[in-house]
């Protein structure tokens, strides 16, 4: 299976520099932030997506519709590519980067979840997708932490990436199931398509 994991355009909640992990709070993409998908589809407009998904968050939801315009397949919900879980919800981005910055990988703040939770979360929804459309070209529309979880399974030593930044919009493929990652050097996937527009967290 081949995946393309993008994320979601510039959001209101982007543009406040506030966590957003809960999906019942409705959180659009901004202007920019659909100016931002719009070119996105743009440039996936001619991979032959055969099935795709996004996460629960309306943001996410929002971007997959517009880069689904060119492409007849139906969008499908999965909470696993939801945004990490921080306990956080509404508060400034830097409260959560300062509370893990110690240790990125173990530490868990109160009601969220670790970053190799997430990465687990993240490999449940490789394996069954790919079990499911072996042959398939996956479109998945998620958020950077989840990103960032993704590409830590194709490496030996997920702290070599843990600290990684995706832009909104950014895409990057891969294909799943991986060899196993320390055979590989560490080597990371192709970023194939990332996004000239940034956004803060």
């Keep these: 299976?081949?995946?393309?994991?993008?994320?979601?355009?510039?959001?209101?909640?982007?543009?406040?520099?506030?966590?957003?992990?809960?999906?019942?709070?409705?959180?659009?993409?901004?202007e920019r932030g659909r100016a931002q998908a719009e070119e996105a589809a743009g440039r996936l407009r001619d991979v032959p997506f055969t099935h795709a998904y996004a996460s629960e968050f309306l943001r996410a939801q929002q971007t997959a519709e517009i880069l689904l315009r060119h492409h007849d397949c139906p969008l499908q919900i999965d909470a696993r590519l939801n945004e990490r879980r921080t306990g956080l919800d509404g508060q400034p981005v830097h409260v959560f980067n300062d509370l893990v910055r110690p240790?990125?990988?173990?530490?868990?703040?109160e009601g969220g979840e670790t970053f190799l939770e997430q990465m687990e979360r993240l490999r449940g929804f490789l394996d069954e997708v790919a079990a499911r459309h072996p042959d398939g070209v996956i479109l998945a529309?998620?958020?950077?932490?989840?990103?960032?979880?993704?590409?830590?399974?194709?490496?030996?030593?997920?702290?070599?990436?843990?600290r990684r930044n995706i832009t909104n919009?950014?895409?990057?493929?891969?294909?799943?199931?991986?060899?196993?990652?320390?055979?590989?050097g560490g080597s990371c996937p192709r970023v194939v398509r990332g996004s000239s527009q940034q956004s803060t967290k």
């Design 1 to 30: 299976m081949k995946i393309v994991l993008v994320r979601h355009g510039e959001s209101e909640a982007n543009v406040a520099h506030v966590i957003n992990d809960d999906p019942t709070r409705a959180v659009n993409l901004t």
């Design 103 to 109: 240790d990125p990988l173990h530490i868990r703040p």
């Design 141 to 162: 529309v998620s958020h950077e932490n989840p990103i960032v979880a993704a590409l830590a399974l194709t490496v030996a030593d997920p702290g070599q990436v843990v």
């Design 169 to 184: 919009c950014e895409a990057v493929e891969l294909d799943w199931p991986l060899v196993d990652a320390s055979r590989q």
